[in-house]
């Protein structure tokens, strides 16, 4: 009854076993070039810079356009009924009706620098924009980066989980012939067939969170379905004497190439631009006008030219300068001015903040880096003492000299070495991208 039982429980493992796995082998392998590149043209927040980018350029042409002259067209309708002045000084009922036409332009002059200073505004506004499209990239390949090595490790992981069930597969059908001859007990053969159980099931729940995390990642990559989606193994470089640069040479180099830094700097200079925008209010003002127009008109009861001839005789011409000098405007000029030159003062400090958090950002990324590599390196040396150790511990049990659980210890610390040393490779792989990528290298 138990081997029935246990043949039930292997079978329906077996078939959720495989699954996820032949998907995964039949999926096309991503490696993580293609999974940054596809993120960055495919990301909703990068989409949204995009369209902000847009936006500025769009404030910057108006900006310019508004050097140019305006033109305007006017046509007007007019009835008037009752009593009116006549031109004998008398009053009388009267309807009238009369019609004009108009077209007039004016150019702006002198402005006081207005024009000029919003233009060269908008320009860095433009330039600020383009670098926080760069910084949405970056945060994006970082984060792609991230979710990457993630789904690499479990799926690691997998392969770590499959070669436990293959070794406690050898060891049933090892114990299956020592108990055919006589050579073990049923005892024996059942806590072996237990075990392979277990770690056929640890597999399954491997598998399950390798799936995971590829939804993860394929999420990331705006994919439809992670269906047909795979990951390709990068080359883990070696750390053993390996020099990681300071936090002070990487912030020296990273403080002049970051886009968050770059977009604060521009934002500074836009906000000086700004004082000048202000101030343009305490100059005077210049325009040139001009236009050109003609009427008709027509009163019930007197006979009047035709429509055609009063527009001829009716015809004008006008040319005009319109000069503005401000004198007091309710000290709001210069409240304008104080307002301008606080937010130089408050970008001043939203800039050094940024430096700050930058090199905050690169000292953590360093001891992280540095932890990540003792890790490395000693876990290499755990997984070659945990190796050793499951060998001799092979041998004797299949000598007999071991007992099934000192046998599964054994197992289980070299599977949990194994584990921690390709965690801890992929973590400073990660690490050390993560320096790297604060010097302007790609990922």
């Given amino acids: 009854m138990r081997r029935n039982v246990f043949a039930v429980v292997t079978l329906i493992l077996h078939s959720s076993l495989f699954t996820p796995h032949s998907w995964a082998q039949q999926a096309r392998e991503w490696s993580l070039t293609d999974c940054v590149q596809y993120a960055l043209a495919h990301n909703l927040n ?15 042409s108006t900006s310019k356009n508004s050097r140019l002259p305006d033109l305007n067209g006017s046509i007007s309708e007019n009835f008037s ?12 009922n009267r309807n009238t009706n009369s019609t004009s036409f108009s077209l007039g332009t004016s150019v702006p002059l002198i402005t006081g620098g207005r024009i000029p200073a919003d233009i060269k505004m908008r320009k860095l506004n433009l330039q600020a924009a383009l670098q926080d499209y760069e910084h949405a990239r970056e945060n994006v390949s970082l984060t792609v980066t991230s979710a990457y090595l993630e789904a690499i490790y479990q799926k690691d992981l997998v392969q770590v989980a499959e070669r436990q069930v293959e070794l406690s597969r050898a060891q049933v059908h090892r114990m299956e012939l020592l108990f055919e001859n006589d050579k073990a007990s049923e005892a ?14 640890s597999l399954t729940q491997q598998q399950n969170t390798y799936m995971l995390a590829l939804l993860d990642l394929s999420q990331l990559l705006e994919l439809e379905t992670p269906e047909g989606f795979d990951v390709a193994r990068p080359l883990v470089e070696s750390v053993k004497g390996d020099e990681l640069p300071s936090p002070d040479l990487v912030y020296s180099e990273a403080v002049g190439i970051k886009p968050q830094i770059q977009a604060e700097q521009i934002r500074l200079q836009s906000a000086e631009k700004n004082i000048q925008l202000a101030k343009s209010a ?14 008709y008109y027509k009163t019930s009861g007197y006979e009047t030219l035709g429509f055609g001839r009063q527009l001829k005789d009716n015809f004008n011409q006008y040319l005009g300068f319109s000069l503005s000098v401000p004198i007091f405007n309710r000290f709001a000029t210069r409240n304008s001015v104080r307002s301008a030159r606080l937010q130089v003062h408050a970008q001043e400090i939203k800039l050094e903040q940024s430096k700050k958090q930058l090199y905050k950002e690169i000292q953590q990324a360093y001891y992280n880096a540095v932890a990540a590599g003792r890790q ?5 040396e755990a997984l070659t003492s945990a190796n ?4 001799l511990m092979e041998r004797k049990y299949e000598n007999g000299k071991a007992t099934a659980t000192e046998y599964q210890d054994a197992k289980t610390k070299y599977m949990r070495a194994e584990s921690q040393q390709i965690q801890s490779r992929y973590t400073y792989l990660f690490r050390k991208k993560i320096l790297n990528f604060y010097r302007g290298m790609e990922l």
């Fill in 188 to 201: 024996e053969l059942s806590q072996i067939r237990a075990t392979l159980a277990n770690d056929e099931l």
């Fill in 46 to 60: 990068i989409k949204q810079q995009e369209d902000n980018v847009r936006l500025q350029e769009i404030s910057l």
């Fill in 81 to 92: 009924f009752g009593r009116a002045l006549t031109s004998d000084n008398t009053y009388m």
């Fill in 376 to 380: 490395c390196e000693s876990s290499d």
């Fill in 388 to 391: 050793t150790a499951f060998e």
């Fill in 282 to 295: 305490l100059y005077p003002t210049l325009h040139f006008s001009a236009g050109l127009g003609s009427s």
